[in-house]
């Protein structure tokens, strides 16, 4: 009974955030931001609290339009792309507030995070025959793998909402694996959780980039994590990038120290 | 092909698959749904894998050895390699590599079925530390994909290897099945090692299907009954049981989805024989029990008021009397209101039958199940001895393991060991060392148990001989009774007696830090750590008054005097219990010998080091002290 995620390993990505600016009014949240991943890595973005972190990701995934600068993934430019679009070119994130439906069962949401791959209409769903049905069973079987695989197969029928915050943002990872993504992007996925949850956030993380072989840029606090398991680390301080290299050399640079700790 | 004589585990598959080719033979719940495999398909499976291991080199003779979880994959493991002419060695699954390394030097198996990664993990890190070990196979690929290892497959692979040969060599499977023979070794068990360290013991299909027979006599189930069985697949008694009964009439197998969802599976099967280890029934009866000490008052107050009636219905059962009208009337709204109620909602809705086996369950926690009206039996079984003893429908009462096997001859030894004599009895050791003994001469199995006859023909299971031999008979009855009514108290987990025929008896208690801590909560008891609440005068005063309620059921002399609480729960990491949770009382009396010492003073408080393993593998020494405490306070 062989419970592998049953998605199919995608090619070398081509992303790039080209010189990107965000602003707001006259705070100035991100400036002339470059980053490029090239090849299946896993990515930390690091920072303190207000470096621009989660704005980088939501330009990325596209909450955010930066005023200038571009963003290209696999070739087509996103800049200015609607969020849905980039879901379905396969740019999944999960959330630190976790956004998840408290009043549906865990599969519920996860079912309904599949919707974007759903190709009947909600006319045929509602009547629930045939075609429709087939493929719900399909994408049923999908989910269930990514149930099976993040180990919440005892919370399946649980209301979302009753359960503890670190399986909620379990369910939450579970909800970006659903769309089948090329690229996921993880905002502090380990965030308030203790020692043996976090455990097993970063072995569910180190599993996916397993199997399914794409890259994933994590925003991340615990530096412990991000030695760990950075295969870059990129350094985020008052909207403009101080580092981008190996977790080593980005542990013992000046600059970085500088602004953790302060003049 | 109808009138083989079905004298091994695969003939009985290959009947069977005959017989019901589209009946369900086992069911496993996964990704949600319940994937039913008939008799005709696990044969299939069965077929394909021996042809498979076949393919990579096994032979007839070798040893396949087995770890991991209760999974269909783990029975046709077992069928295809017997059907080859191989003998299994069951691994228990949490055995670690040391000791898996110290099995594999002394049995050398060529191949190796392992569960997962954990499981394929173990074997990675000892293979080039023993001879021989050519393939691992393992049925559950999550995380191994990046295993570039040569030696290693996956269950499908090798299902692939044998459909292709099949194809090509029809028949050689059932050829092989027919080559087998009763008397052939069909798997090791180890012994639990509750009395020095684990032995492998040789059982032949004979020898499992007598023992199946045996229990079948008295329980009848048959093939369309669902049953569920929480015995470890490692474990001797789950194949004289189990999968004898399975393979002998067909009960399915149900398999869970996993540990976590258990509960939930086994109500939507509702099955209709469930095989429970004692201790199992134990801890589920105390859940039960803490559940309603937790409800709403009315709940308590009817479960309060029912179970006197259900306990009424115990006193009906063992006495053979037929309760008055009323009484029946009575048990009838009870069931109604609250019997089934709780028993649906723990998946017992349709048990008809109800196995207990491994160490002998407690009384009360026996009496307190049949109150609740499930068919509770309690099986003897013994990895050397097979089949002993069980209850029959009619016959059942608390305190004894049933009547002994019409196939089966029990003598008492001069020391108040039983002996056994029956087809069900294993073939010898493995190890061949001097210092363990053998079988007596003339076919007298050893135990390792003492017990006695009583009045009425049933067989009473005391304890260890190594424990408890040197103590009278009324001292070793008592021992039991204690243990068991501490540990059916919803706050003890587990409770260790000691003491010598002429010394105090005292107690070593290891609380439920789980419910102890929601009393605690309820009576607004402050402590900082579960080692400060385990030490407190109120955690003190709840268990003695169990205690105090025990002693006056017991004779003056033999009364508990002194006990104490430990500060954490025995654990089985630590070697303190086997792996199916038994204690290791000899090793647990060293480790704690200045507890053990200090009961026989008059200090009132122990100061101790103890070595603590964390599950990472890193240790520490924790000190704390632990105090002794009087059962009868105004004693000095």
């Known amino acids: 009974m062989d419970n592998k995620l049953n998605i199919e390993a995608s090619q070398d ?51 955010y339009h930066p005023q200038t600068g571009s963003i290209h993934f696999n070739g087509q430019e996103i800049t200015t792309s609607p969020i849905t679009e980039r879901a379905r070119l396969g740019i999944a994130r999960t959330f630190q507030n976790i956004e998840l439906f408290n009043s549906l069962t865990t599969l519920e949401n996860l079912l309904a995070a599949r919707h974007l791959r759903f190709s ?47 399986m909620r943002k379990r369910i939450e990872l579970g909800r970006a694996l659903a769309i089948e993504p090329k690229l996921l992007l993880l905002d502090e996925p380990m965030a308030g959780m203790n020692a043996e949850e976090k455990g097993d956030m970063v072995r569910f993380v180190l599993d996916i980039y397993d199997e399914k072989k794409i890259p994933i840029i994590l925003i991340e606090h615990d530096i412990g994590v991000v030695m760990d398991i950075a295969d870059r680390v990129i350094v985020l301080n008052f909207g403009t990038k101080i580092a ?14 500088r602004a953790y700790l302060g003049e | 092909m109808m009138n083989i004589e079905q004298d091994t585990f695969p003939k009985l598959l290959l009947r069977n698959a005959q017989k019901w080719p589209n009946l369900v033979a086992m069911r496993k719940k996964h990704f949600g749904i319940w994937k039913e495999y008939t008799w005709e398909d696990c044969f299939h499976s069965v077929k394909n894998f021996s042809l498979g291991l076949l ?54 198996c060529k191949f190796v079925v392992a569960h997962d990664q954990e499981q394929v993990d173990k074997f990675m890190e000892i293979k080039n530390e023993v001879n021989d070990l050519h393939q691992i196979i393992y049925w559950d690929s999550q995380g191994l994909k990046s295993y570039s290892d040569e030696c290693l497959k996956s269950f499908g692979e090798v299902l692939e290897l044998g459909r292709n040969y099949d194809a090509a060599h029809n028949g050689v499977f059932e050829e092989n099945v027919m080559n087998g023979r009763g008397d052939d070794c069909a798997v090791i068990y180890y012994t639990l090692g509750t009395a020095g360290p684990p032995k492998g013991a040789m059982l032949t299909h004979k020898s499992l299907i007598n023992s199946g027979k045996a229990f079948l006599e008295s329980s009848d189930t048959g093939k369309h009954d669902n049953c569920f069985s929480y015995l470890p697949t490692a474990w001797a008694g789950e194949g004289m049981l189990v999968t004898a009964a399975h393979l002998l009439a067909g009960t399915i197998l149900n398999f869970p989805e996993d540990y976590n969802t258990t ?58 009397h037929r309760p008055s009208l009323i009484m029946r009337v009575l048990l009838a709204v009870g069931n109604q209101i609250v019997f089934h109620p709780i028993c649906e909602d723990i998946g017992l809705k349709k048990c008809k039958i109800a196995v ?21 039996r309690q099986v003897y079984v ?13 016959k059942i009462r608390s305190g004894t393991v049933g009547n002994i096997g019409e196939a089966t001859i029990v003598k008492i030894s001069d020391q108040g060991e039983i002996l056994v004599k029956s087809p069900a009895t294993f073939s010898g050791y493995c190890e061949s060392s001097e210092r363990i003994p053998e079988p007596l001469q003339d076919g007298w199995v050893r135990t390792g148990d003492v017990g006695f006859v009583d009045t009425q023909g049933q067989l009473v299971q005391l304890g260890l001989l190594s424990v408890i031999g040197h103590l009278s008979k009324e001292t070793q009855l008592i021992h039991g009774r204690i243990e068991g009514r501490l540990r059916f108290s919803p706050y003890v987990k587990d409770a260790i007696v000691l003491g010598r025929e002429d010394g105090l008896l005292a107690v070593i208690v290891n609380i439920d830090f789980e419910s102890v801590c929601r009393w605690a909560e309820g009576h607004k008891i402050k402590y900082e750590t579960l080692a400060d609440l385990s030490q407190k005068e109120e955690v003190a005063s709840l268990i003695r008054g169990d205690i105090q309620r025990l002693n006056q059921e017991i004779s003056t ?76 306070k105004d004693e000095l």
């Open chain 2, 382 to 394: 013994s990895t050397e001895a097979g089949f002993i003893a069980g209850h029959q429908p009619g």
């Open chain 1, 120 to 166: 009947t209409g909600s006319l045929a769903a509602a009547v629930h025959f045939g075609w429709a049905r087939s493929e719900e069973a399909r994408h049923r079987e999908y989910v269930e793998a990514i149930i099976d695989f993040l180990e919440i197969k005892h919370l399946r029928k649980k209301a979302v909402g009753t359960l503890t915050y670190g």
């Open chain 2, 55 to 108: 393919q990579l080199g096994f032979q007839r003779g070798d040893k396949l050895a087995i770890i991991g979880e209760r999974e269909p994959e783990w029975f046709w493991a077992e069928l295809a390699a017997q059907a080859a002419g191989a003998t299994v060695v069951a691994l228990y699954a949490n055995t670690g590599p040391a000791e898996i390394r110290r099995i594999l030097k002394q049995l050398p």
């Open chain 2, 356 to 376: 207990t086996t491994g160490s002998p369950i407690s009384i009360d926690c026996f009496r307190f199940w049949t109150a609740l009206g499930i068919d509770l």
């Open chain 2, 263 to 320: 509960m939930e599976d086994q109500r939507e099967i509702a099955p209709d024989i469930i095989f429970f280890e004692s201790r199992q029934l134990e801890v589920l009866a105390r859940l039960i029990r803490l559940k309603m000490i937790n409800a709403g008052s009315l709940s308590r107050s009817l479960y309060r008021y029912f179970m006197g009636i259900g306990y009424k219905r115990v006193n009906w059962i063992e006495n053979d």
């Open chain 1, 13 to 63: 990505v081509n992303f790039n955030v080209d010189n990107i600016s965000l602003s707001f009014g006259k705070l100035q949240v991100l400036q002339e931001v470059t980053m490029s991943v090239q090849k299946n890595e896993i990515v930390a973005i690091i920072g303190p609290n207000g470096a621009g972190k989660t704005s980088l990701l939501n330009c990325i995934n596209g909450f």
């Open chain 2, 557 to 632: 002399g033999k009364r508990v005097k002194k006990f104490a609480v430990l500060h954490k729960k025995f654990n089985g990491e630590e070697g303190e219990l086997t792996c199916t949770g038994l204690l290791k009382r000899q090793f647990i009396e060293e480790r704690y010998a200045d507890l053990v010492s200090a009961f026989q003073g008059k200090a009132r408080k122990v100061e101790m080091e103890v070595l603590a393993k964390y599950s990472e593998g890193t240790d520490a020494v924790a000190k704390t002290s632990i105090r002794i405490w009087l059962v009868d």
């Open chain 1, 244 to 257: 981008d290299g190996l977790p080593n050399e980005v542990q013992s640079n000046p600059d970085v120290i």
